[in-house]
């Protein structure tokens, strides 16, 4: 399974963006999708993640701004961000994995079932 994301760019504060992650590939039918995200010094986490059921959860810092979605029968996930910050810059990942190690881990997992993207630049001036 390989991971392409896009949609990255520069954006002023209060603007949108839109990223996009297309998996090639045969995804495990338990398999979620989610959105990391990691800035420069600091740990990466969860921006949202969508399970193969269409259970979304949100990282505190988005809710409200940032929408998930997921097109299963094109393998692909968006995520739309609304009134960015500039505290939102960072690499965006994009990954698959099953559902329970989507929701509650943020990094790679032995075992050959978690797929990453290359991940994507969001900027977001002032």
């Known amino acids: 399974v390989q991971l392409q994301a896009s949609g990255g760019g520069l954006v002023q504060a209060g603007g949108s963006l839109k990223l996009s992650c297309a998996a090639s590939?045969?995804?495990?039918?338990?398999?979620?999708m989610g959105w990391y995200r990691q800035a420069p010094g600091k740990q990466r986490e969860l921006v949202a993640g969508i399970s193969s059921g269409g259970m979304i959860k949100y990282g505190d810092s988005v809710k409200g701004r940032f929408t998930i979605s997921r097109d299963s029968a094109r393998n692909t996930v968006y995520l739309q961000m609304n009134s960015l910050k500039p505290e939102d810059t960072a690499v965006y990942y994009c990954?698959?994995?099953?559902?329970?190690?989507?929701?509650?881990?943020?990094?790679?997992?032995?075992?050959?079932?978690?797929?990453w993207g290359q991940g994507t630049q969001v900027t977001v001036s002032s």
């Open positions: 990954r698959t994995a099953p559902d329970i190690v989507v929701f509650t881990t943020t990094s790679q997992i032995p075992g050959g079932m978690d797929y």
């Open positions: 590939g045969t995804i495990g039918s338990s398999n979620g």
